[in-house]
């Protein structure tokens, strides 16, 4: 069992942890500091003063609901905030070159495979956006980030469990793509209720959304770690298939190794290891 498969697990562990330790530290600090408010202290004519309320000055209102945005956009919740963004992007960058590189090693590059790789970095270049340009200092381009983000993310794990069907042989891999339909649609779900809440006038309803949109983040960090699945195969060899530019190099070698007999090595390297 490969080491790499630590790789994809690390993922949703830090960034789940993140969110509810180091960001659930930044939800309570945003609370603490009455940045964000809970259901309970919603009003519409904030008459009421929150005395622990540090500048700036706020009141409960559709502003304050909880989303993820708002728990990271003022300091010292922000610098958290910004930290998990960076630093979760960077490993869905690695993760998904490291998939795109297996899929190419163990079977064949595809359409699909360079469409997955491509959304994947697209949507950490969108979460590298959200996490520094807080919403209400730089909102068109933490907008930009988030419509961009969560759009490819969603198209990201359509690409990979079409990609998984394709690539299954063996029952193993077939209930593993079971697995990827079943978490897709639970996310594509949370993403549309959550979307759809949003746009209501209802301090209820917004705070409904904000639910809804931290259930899709779980979901779709749940989803990367999947790819353990495939990566506990993984050797140093995925590398230099990147290296060379495709799997050409590694077909040829094994048309020579069936030209020599079949024995899964070219004769030359037969006769290296005699």
């Given at each position: 069992m ?9 993922l949703?562990?830090f ?7 180091t960001?659930?530290?930044?939800h ?10 809970v259901?309970r202290l919603?009003?519409?004519?904030c008459?009421e003063?929150l005395?622990l309320?540090r ?5 409960c209102?559709l ?8 728990c990271?956009?003022?300091p010292?919740e ?10 979760g992007s960077?490993m869905v ?6 998939r ?5 090693e163990?079977h ?7 469409a ?11 979460l590298?956006?959200v996490g520094?340009?807080?919403v209400?200092f730089a909102?068109?381009l933490h907008y930009?980030?988030?419509?961009v983000a969560?759009?490819?993310?969603m198209l990201?794990?359509?690409?990979q ?13 077939f209930w593993?793509g079971?697995?990827?339909?079943c ?18 006038e ?5 705070h409904t959304?904000a639910?809804f949109?931290?259930i899709y983040c779980m979901f ?6 999947t ?12 590398l230099?298939?990147l290296?060379?530019g ?10 020579k ?5 079949g024995t899964?090595?070219p004769?030359?390297?037969?006769l290296?290891?005699?």
């Amino acid at each position: 069992m490969s080491l790499w498969m630590i790789l994809p697990v690390s993922l949703p562990v830090f960034t789940i942890t993140g969110i509810w330790i180091t960001s659930g530290h930044v939800h309570a600090c945003a609370l603490k500091c009455e940045h964000l408010c809970v259901f309970r202290l919603y009003n519409e004519s904030c008459a009421e003063p929150l005395p622990l309320q540090r500048s700036p000055v706020l009141c409960c209102t559709l502003d304050n609901v909880p989303l993820i945005s708002k728990c990271g956009t003022l300091p010292p919740e922000s610098c958290f905030f910004s930290l998990v963004c960076s630093t979760g992007s960077f490993m869905v960058m690695l993760v998904g070159l490291l998939r795109y590189a297996h899929v190419i090693e163990k079977h064949h590059n595809c359409v699909l495979n360079t469409a997955g790789l491509s959304t994947g970095w697209i949507c950490a270049a969108g979460l590298i956006m959200v996490g520094n340009f807080q919403v209400d200092f730089a909102k068109v381009l933490h907008y930009v980030g988030a419509g961009v983000a969560f759009p490819c993310s969603m198209l990201f794990v359509f690409l990979q469990s079409a990609l998984t069907y394709r690539l299954a042989k063996t029952q193993e891999e077939f209930w593993m793509g079971h697995l990827r339909v079943c978490i897709t649609l639970l996310a594509l779900v949370a993403l549309v209720l959550s979307g759809v809440f949003f746009c209501q006038e209802s301090f209820s309803l917004q705070h409904t959304s904000a639910i809804f949109e931290w259930i899709y983040c779980m979901f779709i960090m749940v989803f990367y770690g999947t790819f353990a699945f495939e990566f506990r195969g993984m050797s140093g060899d995925t590398l230099m298939v990147l290296s060379r530019g495709g799997p050409d190099t590694f077909s040829t070698c094994q048309q020579k190794a069936e030209a020599a007999g079949g024995t899964g090595l070219p004769q030359t390297d037969n006769l290296t290891i005699l």
